[in-house]
C-alpha cells in the first residue's frame, strides 16, 4: 500500500512501513531484499536496553533506529539523519534515519512511534567510528551480522528466514 502526502514542498511516501521524503515522485529507493533482511533480523537483543520495555513482536521496529540506521548507512551509504522525538512537546529521546542521494531520506522504524511520540527536526550528523561507540555496539555488530547473513542466504537461493524476532 502507498500513502503519498505533501508537506511544505516535500512529498511524503507510505510503504508498508517504509517512510519515504523525497523531492519528486515516489518509487522503490531500498531494494527489498535489504529491506526484508533488516526487517527479519530485528529483535529483543538488538534493541537498547532502556527501549526493552515498550518492544515487542508486535512493534519490532521499537528502538531499532540507530542500529538500522548504521546498518543501512554500510550498505547504501549516504548521510545520517538525526531528529528528536518530543511528547507534549518535551523531549523524550533521538531518532536516527537515512538520506541517500538528494532528497531521499529512509526510514524503516518510523512506525515505532506512538500517536503522542512527535519526531521534529532532522539533521545530518557525521557517523562516529565504531570503536567510539559507547552505546549500541553489540546490537549494531548484533544486527549486522543477521542482516547479512539474510542477505548471503537470499543471494545464495535458500531464502530460510534468519528468525531475528525473540
Known amino acids: 500500500m502507498l500513502c503519498q502526502r505533501v508537506v511544505g514542498r516535500r512529498l511524503e511516501c507510505c510503504r508498508e512501513g517504509v517512510h519515504v521524503v523525497r523531492h ?49 548507512n554500510d550498505l547504501l551509504g549516504g548521510e545520517l539523519i538525526r531528529g528528536e522525538v ?37 539533521t545530518v550528523v557525521p557517523r562516529p567510528p565504531v570503536t567510539e561507540w559507547r552505546r549500541l555496539r553489540e546490537e549494531y555488530e548484533l544486527l549486522r551480522s543477521r542482516v547479512m547473513e539474510e542477505l548471503d542466504r537470499h543471494r545464495s537461493g535458500s531464502g530460510e528466514p534468519s528468525g531475528g524476532l525473540s
Not at 57 to 70: D, H, S, Y
Not at 88 to 98: A, K, L, M, S
Open 24 to 72: 519528486g515522485g515516489c518509487g522503490r529507493v531500498i531494494p527489498p531484499d535489504i529491506e526484508r533482511a533488516v526487517r527479519n533480523s530485528w529483535g529483543a537483543d538488538t534493541c537498547p536496553p532502556e527501549d526493552l520495555p515498550q518492544w515487542s513482536t508486535g512493534n519490532p521496529a521499537r528502538g531499532q533506529c540507530g542500529v538500522t540506521a548504521m546498518v543501512l
Open 86 to 122: 518530543r511528547v507534549n512537546g518535551e523531549f523524550r529521546d533521538y531518532h536516527w534515519w537515512n538520506r541517500i542521494g538528494i532528497g531521499v531520506e529512509i526510514d524503516l522504524t518510523r512506525g515505532q512511534f506512538r500517536p503522542e511520540e512527535i519526531v521534529t527536526g532532522g
